[in-house]
């Protein structure tokens, strides 16, 4: 039985430190840099301040929560918000984000893995609003059915059809996480759900990802 447990925790780590490595890549953080640098140039530098403060706080967190096996959903969503800021600086504020959290959630006392969520927001945002004209819109929702907590991550892009025709793209970070969610609720069928969001006339006008995250309670 220890072994097991040994093998385990070996095995959640060693899925950390890669995830770790996809969020750290020296892409985002060389543009996060530059689009700094770029207000800095510009005399900006109350927003310069302001999206350095926000870099440093999410690459420290980033940092911190991969060596955690649980962190509180606060901090899930502090980490979330700072680098939805970060990505609104890199994609010059083409668009806007909402996060819900269902009334019924103690933010505080509900524990779950870190950076569970961060992949599916990127690729709304990446792929999702990718060649979008007007105003993009992320929209992401934290809520309890049945005593289960949910992760929604919408986008009123193209939706999945046109992904999938236009990119052959399968984000490593989006793999690793899903088989972090197998290691987490020992499910082998882990199942998130895909959905093209339709209008009344079922044109599609968005996308949406769904899926049910492991928690716990502080005690």
């Known amino acids: 039985m220890k072994q097991k447990q040994i093998i385990s925790t070996l095995e959640k780590q060693a899925l950390n430190q890669k995830l770790l490595l996809t969020q750290m890549n020296p892409h985002f953080i060389f543009n996060s ?14 927003e310069a301040i302001n999206y350095l403060t926000k870099f440093s706080k999410l690459t420290r967190q980033i940092l911190e929560n991969s060596n955690e096996n649980y962190i509180s959903l606060s901090e899930e969503i502090e ?19 909402k996060i819900d959290v269902d009334d019924t959630i103690d933010t505080e006392i509900i524990l779950l893995p870190p950076m569970l969520t961060q992949p599916f927001i990127e690729n709304a945002i990446k792929h999702g609003l990718k060649n979008k004209l007007e105003m993009g819109k992320i929209e992401i929702c934290f809520y309890l059915q049945n005593n289960k907590l949910f992760f929604e991550v919408s986008d009123n892009g193209n939706g999945f ?12 970070a ?10 987490y609720t020992k499910n082998e069928h882990f199942v998130i759900q895909t ?24 005690n």
């Open 79 to 97: 980490m979330i918000e700072n680098y939805l800021v970060i990505q609104q600086l890199l994609y010059n504020n083409k668009f806007s984000f």
């Open 174 to 183: 989006m793999t690793i996480t899903k088989e972090r969610l197998i290691s």
């Open 33 to 46: 840099i530059d689009n700094i640098q770029g207000l800095i140039y510009n005399n900006q530098n109350p």
């Open 161 to 172: 059809d046109i992904i999938k025709k236009t990119s052959n793209h399968k984000s490593l």
């Open 195 to 218: 959905n093209d969001i339709l209008d009344s006339n079922q044109k599609i006008v968005g996308a949406k990802i769904k899926f049910e995250i492991p928690y716990i309670y502080e």
